[in-house]
């Protein structure tokens, strides 16, 4: 069966330390796609980046940062130099595609970030 | 341009009481629909998805059921709320994995529906 381990509930930092959040997932599928999103105090749900089980290179964007390992089937997020708008809820996402697309979530981390 | 519309934003039903929330997708044809429930501990809970007009998965046994009378269109409704049914409620649509492969697996999701049961 799926499922998504976030082991941190909360995470608090100072504005310009560097985070990482952990992601473990489980599959038997040997191709799957992994995603994380950030959940804002706005409540919705805003799509930050997917990655399939065939493509093991580390992803940058601008702060952000993730690396995938197979071999420990993480797929951990890095902020560097983080800020106080990076405060949110994230979730690490599973998914077998196909034509259902179920995504199985990850319980959430609080990521909070003191000025 | 894909929109998807959600509501109400806020609802605070009596325990007993009906529900119905609403979303719809626009800019797309054939999505694929879902249902989601975020309880107090903040974990995401698959409800129900559609793969198409009238068909209905559910994922969890519950007070729930689901209904897609349109393409666009997906419907969560109780007969008789449960104050376990109190949560955040969110719809999401993806574009349908075979024929859209640009875009596949990525969920895009409403802003949901914060619900109160008292």
């Known amino acids: 069966a799926q499922k998504v381990t976030q082991a941190q509930t909360e995470i608090s930092v100072v504005e310009k330390e560097d985070v990482t959040l952990d992601c473990v997932y489980e599959?038997?599928?040997?191709?799957?796609?992994l995603f994380w999103y950030k959940q804002p105090p706005s409540g919705e749900l805003v799509f930050l980046i997917r990655r399939n089980s065939f493509d093991e290179q580390n992803e940058i964007s601008g702060r952000y940062s993730w690396n995938f390992q197979k071999s420990t089937s993480s797929f951990n997020f890095t902020i560097t130099a983080s800020q106080v708008v990076d405060s949110a809820v994230y979730f690490c996402a599973l998914s077998e595609g196909g034509a259902t697309n179920k995504l199985i979530f990850g319980t959430g981390t609080l990521l909070a970030v003191q000025p | 341009s894909q929109t998807i519309h959600q509501w109400p934003a806020t609802l605070v039903q009596p325990v007993g009481s009906p529900l119905s929330l609403e979303c719809t997708v626009e800019g797309t044809s054939n999505p694929n629909l879902y249902w989601y429930r975020q309880a107090a501990g903040r974990g995401l809970q698959l409800l129900f998805y559609?793969?198409?007009?009238?068909?209905i998965s559910s994922e969890v046994p519950q007070n729930l059921s689901a209904s897609r009378p349109q393409d666009r269109q997906f419907i969560l409704s109780s007969k008789k709320l449960l104050l376990s049914d109190s949560g955040f409620y969110l719809c999401?649509?993806?574009?349908?994995?075979?024929?859209?492969?640009?875009?596949?697996?990525?969920?895009?999701f409403g802003s949901g529906t914060q619900l109160s049961v008292l």
């Open positions: 559609s793969v198409g007009i009238g068909q």
């Open positions: 599959t038997r599928d040997t191709t799957y796609y």
């Open positions: 999401a649509w993806s574009a349908w994995a075979a024929r859209e492969a640009s875009s596949n697996e990525k969920l895009f």
